[in-house]
């Protein structure tokens, strides 16, 4: 077994590993990053298949309103982006119809939760505080945060909506923008801002087991082909694992441990949950959602549909020269009920609810097919799911999560974002810049 040494051991090359490793390179440290995967980029994923003319996102693929952590890096690398237009529709009573009016009626539900009261699920405060709405509103407004938040509305802390409310609104997060080229260029200009002298990148790495005591670091690794290990020593870590990863038990595939054991992450881990989502990307031969011939209410300027009552709740279209796409997501509840399927039944859930929304027999959506994506993102074993949520009671289970430990192992990703942005592509460079922070005011 051979033994490299390296000043800190980044463990996961997710743009949380990404960022922290940029930031310790800029200081002269020199940064090992170990990722399971064959690509860097973790919940990054652009796919770019033969028959489709366009990138392929088969993970995070907005930018929400203005984060400086993303636009910083945006702008360095001058990535071309666009930003949203288009108009949200909605499935209301078997009719498709201009989502007008929804997102404030939410909106109003976030400001109504008081921080200071005790706090209590998602769905128990509709239940309680806002019984007195129509039911189809505090019903969409569910679907809405079990979609957008991957969670159980039955589990998620309210107060860590409205942290993730009020901080949303100081970005402008209801603005969104894209990479027309794939989310993939984020990834790319990250690991191009890192000095190539310093930084070590090694792919197909799972890490197995993480050995530690104060300033002192042994990981093991093992191949993707689980011929070779191998032991990184360093003076310390970051951990950027998923949730889900971090919470697997013991001998299960992808899972780490810890030797000795992190009882001071025990709490906090037992107190935030992985929420699942799956990802139905389809490749159409044409805009068949614009065709008066096939569907009663074409819409040309479609970005985001809802259809609360589907398996896939939230659609929204991507289109380009040559290709018409529509992303169906899954998130919560729906998406454990559906994860470990299978792409073929994944699929034929998906053109069952794009039939009910649109009234478009099965078989032509089938004809228009021109090729699919599925990523369940449950079972894939370096993520375990989609991104993190609190449960009730909470709220501050990731700021925990985030304390380093004896000035040795520190703690990135989303998961272990405070401010309210968990979940997101500019909570997880935060927080890699943070913990890179931290671990140079020790050195």
Not at 233 to 247: E, K, W, Y
Not at 254 to 268: D, N
Not at 415 to 440: C, K, M, P, V, Y
Request: with cysteine; glycine share 8%; charged share 20%.
């Amino acid at each position: 077994m051979s033994t490299q040494i390296t000043g800190v051991v980044v463990i996961g090359g997710g743009v949380a590993g990404l960022a922290c490793a940029q930031a310790l390179c800029e200081a002269g440290v020199r940064v090992t990053i170990l990722e399971a995967r064959s690509r860097v980029g973790g919940r990054v994923w652009t796919a770019h298949p033969s028959l489709a003319n366009a990138p392929i996102e088969l993970g995070a693929e907005f930018i929400h309103g203005l984060p400086r952590e993303v636009w910083q890096i945006v702008e360095r690398a001058e990535l071309p982006t666009y930003e949203l237009t288009g108009h949200r529709w909605r499935l209301e009573q078997a009719r498709l119809a201009p989502a007008s009016g929804s997102w404030e009626a939410i909106d109003s539900i976030f400001r109504r939760i008081d921080e200071f009261a005790p706090d209590q699920s998602f769905q128990e405060f509709l239940d309680h505080t806002c019984a007195g709405l129509p039911r189809h509103t505090r019903t969409e407004a569910a679907a809405y945060v079990e979609s957008f938040h991957a969670c159980n509305a039955n589990r998620i802390s309210a107060h860590a909506l409205a942290r993730w409310h009020r901080s949303d609104r100081e970005i402008q997060g209801h603005r969104g923008f894209r990479f027309p080229n794939g989310a993939e260029g984020l990834v790319k200009a990250l690991v191009a801002a890192c000095k190539p002298d310093l930084l070590t990148v090694r792919l197909n790495t799972a890490v197995t087991e993480i050995a530690w005591n104060p300033n002192a670091v042994e990981v093991v690794t093992q191949s993707a082909d689980l011929q070779r290990d191998a032991r990184i020593r360093a003076q310390a870590a970051v951990i950027t694992l998923p949730l889900g990863v971090l919470q697997a038990l013991p001998g299960t595939s992808g899972a780490v441990s810890f030797r000795p054991e992190l009882t001071e992450k025990a709490e906090a881990l037992s107190q935030l949950e992985m929420g699942d989502a799956i990802r139905l990307v389809l490749c159409f031969h044409h805009c068949f959602w614009t065709d008066p011939k096939l569907v009663q209410s074409p819409m040309p300027d479609m970005s985001f549909l809802s259809s609360p009552e589907e398996s896939f709740p939230t659609w929204w279209s991507s289109v380009s020269p040559g290709t018409a796409v529509l992303t169906g997501w899954c998130g919560g509840v729906r998406a454990e009920q559906l994860s470990g399927r299978g792409s073929a039944a994944i699929l034929e859930r998906g053109l069952e609810a794009l039939h009910h929304v649109f009234a478009v027999p099965l078989e032509t959506l089938r004809d228009l097919l021109q090729e699919s994506f599925v990523h369940d993102w449950h079972s894939d074993p370096y993520c375990r799911g989609a991104y993190s949520y609190a449960l009730a009671g909470n709220q501050e289970a990731a700021r925990r999560l985030a304390a380093p430990v004896q000035n040795t192992l520190f703690f990135a990703g989303e998961a272990t974002d405070f401010s309210g942005h968990n979940g997101t592509l500019h909570g997880a460079i935060a927080s890699g810049q943070r913990a890179a922070a931290e671990l140079l005011a020790w050195s």
